[in-house]
């Protein structure tokens, strides 16, 4: 299994618009950081999860010519603003599938209503195969994907678990029970936002003892914020087995 990290920046990513903050500045290409998703990819199949809006951008620098469907963690603009830019796929593979559940495909439908619509549909406009996923597992292919479900603040956020990869993302709290599904996986991405604590994401430290409860082999931090400091310097201080991903980064499993 391969994973490509597409984005691991916050939704404003970095750097971010007008800011003269010094991580904005800098020329460390591991310090610019598109919005928040991974590419994961087995046998000759290839999923994406979350679409937002550097998708294009994000399948561009990737090379990437096919795409067996899209994996939906939570509705918020940053990681479904790219649904329209589909297109390419659509035009050369016919519809796309999508994996989400109940809440965020009905965000989905009210936001590119043109997308679902099933009477004078625009041409040119792309099509999706809809799949509602509950927390249970459910098969991409011939692979067994598991939802972990945590809370956003209050909005519901799945997490998957696909083999021995687990990726969580927009995290605040996650109960035992969600826990216990990944406990030991070999890789574990989640979400560290930054030093201060914030509402409805990890923080660093939470970030960390959270890893701990889950005690992968290795961990990568990812929806970081500038204010999260340099990627050199912050690696220094992490744990042995836990790492900053960046853009473009690419793990075998």
């Not at 590419?39 to 795409?67: E, N």
């Not at 005690?215 to 992490?238: C, N, R, W």
Request: with cysteine; charged share 25%.
């Amino acid at each position: 299994m391969k994973i490509t990290f597409l984005g691991t920046g916050t939704s404003q990513g970095i750097p971010v618009i007008g800011s003269t903050h010094p991580v904005c500045l800098s020329p460390n290409s591991k310090d610019k950081r598109l919005r928040v998703s991974v590419m994961v990819a087995w046998d000759d199949v290839t999923y994406v999860i979350d679409c937002g809006p550097d998708f294009r951008y994000q399948m561009l620098r990737t090379g990437c010519t096919k795409m067996d469907g899209i994996v939906f963690t939570h509705d918020h603009s940053d990681h479904i603003a790219g649904l329209d830019d589909i297109r390419p796929f659509y035009f050369t593979q016919g519809p796309i599938p999508i994996y989400a559940h109940k809440g965020v495909l009905k965000s989905l439908k009210k936001k590119f209503d043109y997308i679902f619509a099933t009477k004078n549909k625009y041409p040119g406009a792309p099509s999706v195969i809809v799949n509602r996923i509950k927390n249970k597992p459910f098969l991409l292919q011939n692979l067994e994907v598991v939802p972990v479900k945590g809370k956003h603040a209050d909005l519901k956020v799945f997490g998957y678990k696909f083999g021995d990869f687990a990726y969580l993302t927009d995290m605040k709290t996650v109960e035992d029970v969600e826990i216990e599904k990944i406990k030991h996986v070999k890789v574990l991405v989640v979400n560290a936002l930054r030093i201060q604590p914030h509402h409805s994401h990890f923080n660093l430290e939470e970030a960390l003892l959270f890893i701990k409860k889950v005690a992968p082999q290795k961990a990568y931090l990812t929806h970081i914020s500038h204010t999260m400091g340099f990627h050199d310097e912050v690696e220094k201080i992490l744990p042995k087995n836990v790492f900053l991903a960046y853009d473009g980064l690419e793990l075998t499993i």
